[in-house]
Each structure stands twice: as structure tokens, then as C-alpha cells.
């Protein structure tokens, strides 16, 4: 741990509906993708730990689940995550899209709950009017305690830096918990099979991604290489047809986007395999949803 005089450190827990932006916002205050991201709802499924650390401080944010109601064994290891996040937290970031057109009443009755600080943040602030912006903010302002609110847009980077500052300010005096030059709690294998799953969100549409999970077989980091082998599951034999496409097509064109995301991370040349195989009814399966680690 780091014991310097005045240091600052503490967890900050990113709680929001899905889509409302929490894993691009990690992201952008990391400087880096560490967080997978689409456009479709639910995308993120653990619980991530970014880690910025400077001399003077470590702040470990927490990129949770959105919040839903639960239809599935896998959906309720989701919302437990938010809970266990709110109970390390020393802050609440309680993420709003201002583009969000459904009611926000069990986030917000979440957020109520908790007596440590909590920043408004909206964002999207790009897409709305400034009158909007206002409105909505006064308007959940009203219904929970926050020490701050502010409007940002995380794709573009607007007011990031602020909201940076914000919580720095919020910050308790403490030591670190992680090394300074570590960015999360995962292993690299756990960002290999994050990316393999983001190429399924966003090349498969309708009820394939959120039918899918991958394993990491292999995962063996050589000199010059790095071998990994990963299994898709899927639920159904109909499913498996479509992930694979004609002539593998499909199967080869997430292995070669994927690729490329890896061998960016890892900073080495990449031989990846992929397999797909049916574990029907995972999602509501506590011994798959273990090894997938849930």
C-alpha cells in the first residue's frame, strides 16, 4: 500500500440504466479502452475495476451492469454486482443519458439508499437542448441528495476532465490498493473473451448476442506470439448455424476483429481459434455461470 502524506484514494462505483454510457465513460477517463461497448443494451455483464493512479492519488472505478430487472439466473449475478459495487463505494457516479426516455425511479430509489457521496452525472449532453438539460437535472436533483451535477458527453470527452476534478474533491485521504501502474483487477485473459463478445454484439442482431458467452480455453503468451483458443456458447443448435454463417464466414469475420483488438492490448502478434458449442440454457444455469465466472 502507498502511504504518501496527503495521498488520495478511494472507489467510485458507475451505476446507471443499460446504455446510459458507463463503460464509454471509464474509458474516457482512463484514456483507454478497457470496457467493451455497443450500441446494445446490457453489453456489460461483470464487474470491471479501471484503476487511474497518479503520485498523489488511485481512484478504482467501478464499471458496473445496468441496472434491470432481473429474468434470468445471469441477469440477477448482474444486479448483485451493482450491489456489491454501492457497498465498497466512497463515491456514487449515478449515470443518466438524457436521451433515456424510460423512468428512472428504482435507480434513483437505489441512489437514495446509500448516505456516501453521489455525483449527478448526465450524459449525451450533446444531444439535447440546454433547456433540457436543465430541466432534467433540476428535476432529479430534487428527489435525491447529490454534492454535485453535471452534464457531460463521454463519447466526445465533454466536461470528462471536470467531472475528474469533481470527484478528486469528493476523494478521502488514503493509501493505495492496487499498483500504481495497474489498470484493472482482471486477467488478460478476461479482456481477450470481452472482446471476442463485443464482436458478437455488434455483427449478430436480435437475440444472438444475448444468447452467447465465450470461455478462454487456452491462453499462452509466447515470445512473439500469443496463442489463445476460445469457445462461444450458444443456447440453441438454430443459433450455433447463424454464429458460424455460410462456410464459416460469420466465425471467421468476429475472429479477425477480434484479433485485432488483442493484438493491440497485448502488444504482440495474436493465433486466435474460435469453436462454438451449445450449453442450452446457460443463463439460467448456476454450474455454467460459474465457470464463466459469475
Do not use: C
Amino acid at each position: 500500500m502507498n502511504s504518501t502524506p496527503n495521498h488520495k484514494s478511494g472507489f467510485v462505483s458507475i451505476i446507471g440504466k443499460p446504455n446510459a454510457g458507463k463503460s464509454t465513460l471509464l474509458n474516457a477517463i482512463l484514456g483507454q479502452k478497457l470496457s467493451i461497448t455497443t450500441a446494445k443494451a446490457q453489453t456489460t455483464r461483470h464487474r470491471i475495476f479501471g484503476i487511474d493512479s497518479q503520485d498523489d492519488y488511485q481512484i478504482v472505478y467501478s464499471d458496473t451492469p445496468g441496472l434491470i430487472r432481473p429474468k434470468y439466473k445471469l441477469h440477477e449475478h448482474m444486479v448483485e454486482y451493482i450491489g456489491q459495487s454501492l457497498e465498497d463505494a466512497d463515491i456514487i457516479v449515478l449515470l443518466i443519458a438524457l436521451d433515456e426516455k424510460f423512468p428512472e425511479e428504482d435507480l434513483m430509489k437505489l441512489a437514495g439508499k446509500s448516505n456516501i457521496p453521489k455525483i449527478l452525472v448526465l450524459n449525451k449532453v450533446d444531444l439535447v437542448s440546454e433547456d433540457q438539460v436543465f430541466l432534467r437535472m433540476k428535476k432529479l436533483m430534487d428527489q435525491v441528495d447529490f454534492v454535485e451535477a453535471i452534464p457531460i458527453s463521454a463519447l466526445n470527452g465533454h466536461n470528462v476532465p471536470k467531472l475528474k476534478e469533481l470527484i478528486l474533491e469528493n476523494l478521502p485521504e488514503g493509501p493505495a490498493w492496487f499498483g500504481k501502474d495497474q489498470i484493472s483487477d482482471r486477467p488478460e485473459r478476461f479482456f481477450v473473451s470481452e472482446m471476442i463478445r463485443e464482436k458478437i454484439f455488434k455483427l449478430l442482431k436480435d437475440e444472438i448476442p444475448y444468447s452467447t458467452e465465450v470461455s478462454i480455453d487456452e491462453f499462452v503468451e509466447e515470445e512473439n506470439i500469443s496463442r489463445v483458443s476460445a469457445t462461444i456458447h450458444v443456447e440453441r443448435k438454430s443459433q450455433k448455424g447463424i454464429l458460424i454463417g455460410k462456410q464459416g464466414s460469420m466465425l471467421k469475420k468476429i475472429g479477425t476483429y477480434a484479433r485485432q483488438d488483442m493484438e493491440e492490448f497485448l502488444g504482440n502478434k495474436v493465433f486466435l481459434q474460435l469453436f462454438v458449442k451449445v450449453s442450452e440454457g446457460w443463463k439460467n444455469n448456476n454450474r455454467y455461470l460459474r465457470g464463466f465466472g459469475y
